[in-house]
């Protein structure tokens, strides 16, 4: 379970997370901009795994079935189906899996299913925020026409005119930002963005024309001395330690371990511009292995490191509320059914 993130804690200065930790900030400037919190009271286009867990913290296991499945009514068809129905459609979730056929699921085969589910869910989910984007159905996604379907309307901020108020500066701020990687998704230099370059604006994780970008436009926000690195205190922004605490809250002593054991890989206390990747744009691969040897650990009953069909039947809700599962959307194509079964 994933502990509660509050509104301190740092987080990876990509395009929807900043935007979800500033609906607060879009609220209060309801007043100055008419319309513009239309699309904060509830984000549409989540990355995967964003609503995998409550606003608390808490897993969501529900959430899994319906990623999984391909959506809440989906979910819902599958509790009703029968037992038998249930496991003639795990069991052709297995066979798809099980790419060399030989009745054991591997971690490098669960790792790459969990890869393919994660560029799958990414492409199906821009593809529909793409839909939505091309109001004059040219092909391409404006500037323009991406504010009107996140805000309503334009928005034009001055760039060198700083606003007084301090929140609505921050979000000039951010609007400013994902204008840039907005235009250096540009690839081609066309009006708009086709559906790779909204997908490198959206993900840029996933393409490498958009790594080096990212690198910068995280050192620009938090490297504040300048010397090409983050360190722990600019990583932490601006903590300052209670001084009639006795030490760190819960919340600062898991960033500070995230810190140190998931992202400076050569413990030198920074993160250089490739540590930094594994902040703000998190490797899908890295995951998965995770994820995978996760499943197994939990499911291999007889340890031979895989998992057979029995192994996955027995263990049933687990497999249906992992993480691997969380977007197997696709999983609910009645055609791959009929072909598989």
């Not at 740092?10 to 609220?27: A, T, V």
């Not at 393919?116 to 529909?128: A, G, H, N, P």
């Not at 970008?213 to 620009?220: A, P, S």
């Not at 192994?311 to 999983?331: H, K, M, P, V």
Request: include cysteine; aromatic fraction near 8%; hydrophobic fraction near 30%.
């Amino acid at each position: 379970m994933r502990p509660p993130r509050p509104p301190q804690a740092p987080s990876p200065p990509g395009r929807r997370q900043r935007l979800l930790l500033g609906l607060g900030l879009l609220l209060l400037l309801l007043v100055l901009l008419p319309g513009l919190g239309a699309e904060a009271e509830g984000e549409q286009h989540q990355q995967p795994g964003q609503r995998h867990y409550g606003s608390d913290g808490e897993h969501r296991p529900d959430y899994d079935r319906e990623a999984l499945l391909g959506g809440e009514e989906e979910a819902e068809e599958f509790v009703k189906l029968s037992p038998e129905e249930k496991q003639k459609r795990l069991k052709a979730i297995i066979k798809k899996i099980d790419v060399d056929a030989d009745g054991f699921l591997t971690e490098d085969e669960l790792s790459s299913w969990i890869q393919q589910s994660f560029r799958r869910y990414i492409v199906e989910d821009t593809k529909q925020q793409f839909a939505e984007c091309d109001k004059n159905g040219d092909g391409d996604v404006s500037w323009e026409e991406y504010n009107i379907q996140m805000y309503d309307h334009v928005i034009d901020f001055d760039e060198d005119t700083t606003l007084k108020d301090a929140e609505e500066e921050s979000f000039r701020q951010l609007h400013l930002k994902d204008k840039k990687r907005f235009e250096k998704a540009n690839k081609d230099g066309m009006s708009g963005l086709n559906l790779d370059e909204l997908i490198a604006f959206e993900h840029p994780e996933e393409v490498e024309y958009m790594k080096e970008f990212v690198i910068q436009e995280t050192l620009e926000e938090h490297d504040k001395n300048g010397d090409g690195f983050v360190s722990l205190e600019e990583f932490l922004g601006d903590y300052r330690r209670d001084p009639t605490a006795h030490e760190d809250p819960e919340w600062i002593l898991v960033e500070k371990d995230r810190f140190s054991n998931d992202y400076d890989k050569d413990k030198d206390g920074k993160l250089n511009p490739e540590e930094l990747l594994s902040w703000v744009a998190p490797n899908n691969k890295g995951i998965a292995q995770e994820e995978a040897a996760h499943l197994i650990e939990e499911m291999d009953t007889d340890g031979n490191g895989k998992l057979t069909e029995a192994e996955i039947i027995e263990n049933q809700d687990l497999f249906l509320s992992s993480e691997a599962t969380d977007y197997g959307r696709q999983l609910h194509d009645e055609g791959f059914y009929h072909e598989e079964l």
